[in-house]
């Protein structure tokens, strides 16, 4: 059973499209994270939802927007797509922001914008 | 600003060695480190947490430490295995516990 999970894999659209990457957690954790990784393998956190409530968002354009329809799920879901918003996005899960909180990802999603 | 920084880049060692892969941050004010691994195309699988508290923390071949007056952390592999090679990245999580700042990773090949 895959513990965190994301769809689609790979993503390819048009500058100015708006599309949504999907993310599911099956390890009953209460936190849940997005990081956007660039083409020098540094993972930025952009956002995370603990509880349905957003708890950080680093200095991330507004186009980028979380959705969480429950504890399970949080969706990205990105308007009027940029050349520069070209990589990989990684989702993550963990039980909270206690000392044990180890963080489990997903395979991530390379997003291509053309 | 907190900044981690691994090194080497990149590293390739025949099989059987023993060998180090060090990670350093700038401000000691972190409330844990973790290291990863990640493979082309996959995600990143959590190798070790150490606690801010901790010096050290073990898996099988693998150990971890941390010093973080000096801001410096290690990860010792023991017996390298071709199925070792990816990219190791660590990670420090901040004092306020939600951010966390990566390194740009240590890329490992272990040759046959």
């Known amino acids: 059973d895959t513990a965190v999970s994301q769809t689609p894999k790979y993503l390819v659209t048009q500058m100015g499209n708006d599309k949504s990457i999907k993310c599911e957690q099956n390890?009953?954790?209460?936190?849940m994270y997005w990081y956007k990784q660039d083409s020098k393998k540094f993972l930025k956190i952009m956002f995370s939802y603990n509880n349905k409530e957003l708890i950080i968002n680093e200095t991330v354009p507004n186009r980028f927007s979380p959705k969480s329809p429950d504890k399970a799920h949080l969706n990205l879901h990105i308007n009027s797509l940029e050349l520069g918003d070209s990589a990989v996005y990684f989702c993550?899960?963990?039980?909270?922001?206690?000392?044990?909180?180890?963080?489990?990802f997903g395979p991530g999603t390379r997003l291509t914008v053309l | 600003k907190q900044e981690v920084t691994q090194i080497p880049a990149a590293l390739s060692v025949p099989e059987g060695e023993n060998l180090v892969l060090n990670c350093s941050f700038t401000?000691?004010?972190?409330?844990?480190l973790q290291w990863f691994r990640q493979d082309p195309g996959k995600g990143l699988t959590s190798l070790l947490l150490i606690q801010s508290s901790q010096r050290e923390q073990t898996s099988g071949r693998l150990n971890a430490s941390l010093d973080k007056s000096s801001g410096r952390s290690t990860l010792y592999i023991a017996a390298s295995q071709p199925g070792d090679s990816a990219t190791y990245l660590c990670a420090v999580r901040l004092g306020g516990g939600w951010d966390m700042r990566f390194g740009a990773g240590t890329r490992l090949t272990v040759k046959p």
């Open positions: 401000d000691s004010a972190i409330y844990n």
């Open positions: 390890l009953g954790h209460d936190t």
């Open positions: 993550a899960s963990s039980h909270g922001q206690g000392k044990t909180d180890t963080q489990y």
